[in-house]
């Protein structure tokens, strides 16, 4: 089992940057790929980054491609999402998941999520 908790969720500016955090508990965190995956008011679900366990490889949705990094830390059992150059639309809830396999990762059909973290970036 995998609990996992975001936070680093804000207001901030056109502009500007914030960084996500998601706390994962369960001894097998090191070895699962986890992602992040953001809705906005009356859109469905859909995929920003992921990264698999080594943190060796990294993945990204085009509309945050250079924008947005994501890594991890297996001994803090934590992944970063940090968001530069926010924009109107990236206003959402993000939230983190993991799976035991990438494509279950970046297709947000795996059992493993968090709560959720508002994210509001004012124009």
């Known amino acids: 089992q995998v609990q996992l908790v975001e936070s680093g969720g804000g207001l901030v500016q056109a502009g500007g940057s914030l960084r996500l955090s998601c706390a994962a508990s369960g001894r097998t965190f090191s070895v699962y790929p986890m992602g992040w995956f953001r809705q906005a008011p009356g859109k469905e679900r859909e995929f920003v980054a992921a990264i698999v366990w080594s943190g060796d490889s990294t993945y990204y949705a085009d509309s945050v491609k250079g924008r947005f990094t994501i890594s991890r830390d297996n001994a803090k059992n934590t992944v970063y999402l940090q968001m530069n150059s926010l924009q109107p639309e990236d206003t959402a809830v993000y939230y983190c998941?993991?799976?035991?396999?990438?494509?279950?990762?970046?297709?947000?059909?795996?059992?493993?999520w968090g709560q959720g973290t508002q994210v509001t970036v004012s124009s």
């Open positions: 998941n993991a799976a035991a396999s990438l494509s279950t990762v970046v297709t947000g059909t795996g059992n493993y």
